[in-house]
């Protein structure tokens, strides 16, 4: 087996599992038009991801938005929360207080872990949680890539460096939030349901 | 009441393939080929397309040995009435434009 058809049939899995199992046979239906020696593979195997992809987000649009829209309000609502509290602490003559750069950024992920695991309780909150993680630790360094052109720079690593821990403590605080937030936010929500 | 979308471009050109031969069952590798489409952008209407009732498909056995059996398409009334409704709709707004030849 060529290594193109190797790599074909398992993006024709990643895509059987987007779509989800009412529209596996569409992509069964692509495969086997890539089977023709003279078609290439690759491109109908990419060709099905792109379609899954299409059919899943069409389908789980709520989830989608979510998704794409919980990181960067989190941002949004961490960095007006930090500003306003290293304001007050130096208009207070305080300076910077210790561990408000983690406890702000804790409790601003909050609530949107959360309502990711009230969107999808069970086990994709976990995934959810972890999507997002990914998702808010991307954003600043891209932002300031391409809007200033500034060097890939640490996140929460060095907000929490500068309190003389470890950078990577930072980093699995952080995910530690998101995914405890979507779980709890699962769970609330299956609670909620089973008392109905 | 439910008002009824207009089918986008890349859905009339699909359509439009499959009334071309409306009786026969047409693969999606010759509908690829008749419309230009890419896979991505074909599977996706022939989805909507089959869920709103507009075609219909079912698996094939191929007649090649060992190739596995084929998902093939065929036009249904309800396509090719959306596909008149279009065409009817073009001409009406030509007609409302006027011939420029006319002016």
Redesign the interface.
């Known amino acids: 087996m060529r290594i193109t058809h190797r790599i074909a049939a398992s993006l024709f899995t990643i895509a059987r599992w987007l779509a989800g199992p009412e529209?596996r046979?569409?992509i069964?239906?692509?495969?086997?038009?890539a089977?023709?020696d003279a078609?290439p593979a690759l491109?109908?195997a990419?060709?099905?991801?792109?379609?899954a992809a299409?059919?899943r987000a069409a389908r789980d649009w709520q989830l989608v938005a979510a998704l794409l829209l919980a990181p960067p309000l989190a941002l949004a609502v961490f960095l007006a929360v930090f500003f306003a509290t290293a304001m007050v602490g130096r208009a207070a003559g305080l300076g910077t207080l210790p561990f408000t750069t983690p406890l702000v950024m804790a409790l601003a992920v909050l609530p949107f872990a959360y309502a990711l695991g009230r969107i999808r309780p069970g086990r994709a909150a976990k995934w959810l949680g972890l999507g997002a993680f990914l998702a808010f630790q991307a954003l600043p360094p891209a932002i300031f890539s391409l809007a200033f052109g500034a060097p890939f720079v640490f996140w929460w690593g060095l907000n929490v460096a500068v309190y003389n821990l470890p950078w990577h403590v930072g980093y699995l605080a952080n995910l530690a939030v998101w995914i405890a937030g979507a779980v709890l936010g699962g769970r609330h929500r299956r609670a909620i349901a089973g008392r109905a | 009441m439910t008002r009824e979308r207009r089918p986008s471009a890349q859905t009339i050109k699909v359509l439009s393939a499959l009334a071309h031969s409306r009786d026969a069952w047409r693969y999606g590798l010759e509908l690829i080929e008749a419309t230009g489409l890419k896979s991505g952008s074909l599977y996706p209407i022939l989805i909507r397309c089959a869920e709103r009732g507009l075609l219909e498909s079912r698996w094939i056995e191929p007649d090649v040995q060992g190739r596995p059996p084929r998902h093939a398409y065929r036009i249904l009334p309800a396509g090719l009435a959306a596909l008149k409704r279009v065409e009817t709709g073009h001409a009406t707004r030509s007609d409302r434009k006027g011939n420029p030849a006319c002016a």
């Open positions: 529209q046979e569409w069964d239906a692509m495969q086997a038009e089977c023709d078609q491109g109908w990419a060709g099905a991801v792109l379609s299409r059919l």
